[in-house]
């Protein structure tokens, strides 16, 4: 009999046990909250502005423009922030090429150039020059270089050397 009550004890705490619910049940639980969807609001842009990053929205100026001639060659750049919605061209004929890029890849171009300018509407005309060779390394030697920026107050400032005369 004890026997008995000892085989039916045994079959109690294993019934008992399984009936409970033991937690090591062979799963794992995930003890992190569940990822939420992340949908882009207006300061995280939209996918179309993906490759321009927003890094127009910290420039002090809505129109740059620039123009250098090295003899018959020239580099152009054109950028106007066109009220939130930044349009950008570049033309280059240096050394013999025939580059002309716009939207989006001229965007991306300018973008670790432009907020690098450090310029406002106090800058002098010679500063102006200095900053943008710099910013977009230019060959010192062009024939004619001219630069204008308007800014947000409208402002503007130019800069035109021709180092022909």
Same mark, same amino acid.
């Given at each position: 009999?004890?026997?008995?009550?000892?085989? =039916?004890?045994s079959i109690l705490i294993a019934l008992g046990l399984v009936g409970?619910?033991? &937690?090591? %049940?062979g799963t794992v639980e995930n003890e992190q909250p569940p990822m939420e969807e992340s949908t882009p609001t207006? %300061?995280?842009?939209?996918?179309?502005d993906e490759t321009t990053g927003g890094w127009h929205e910290s420039l002090s100026f809505e129109e740059f423009q620039l123009d250098v001639e090295y003899g018959s060659e020239e580099?152009? #750049?054109d950028y106007d922030y066109n009220n939130g919605n930044p349009?950008? /061209?570049?033309? %280059? &004929?240096?050394?013999? =090429?025939n580059i002309q890029v716009a939207g989006d890849e001229a965007l991306d171009q300018l973008a670790s150039i432009l907020p690098e300018l450090d310029i406002d509407e106090q800058t002098s005309p010679d /500063?102006? #020059?200095?900053a943008v060779v710099a910013a977009f390394d230019l060959d010192e030697t062009y024939d004619e270089i001219d630069i204008d920026v308007e800014f947000f107050n409208n402002e503007e400032i130019e800069a035109e050397e021709d180092q022909n005369q």
């Open positions: 009999m004890k026997k008995y009550n000892m085989a =039916s004890l409970c619910g033991g &937690t090591d %049940d207006e %300061d995280e842009g939209m996918a179309g580099y152009e #750049v349009e950008a /061209e570049i033309q %280059d &004929t240096r050394g013999g =090429s /500063e102006l #020059v200095q």
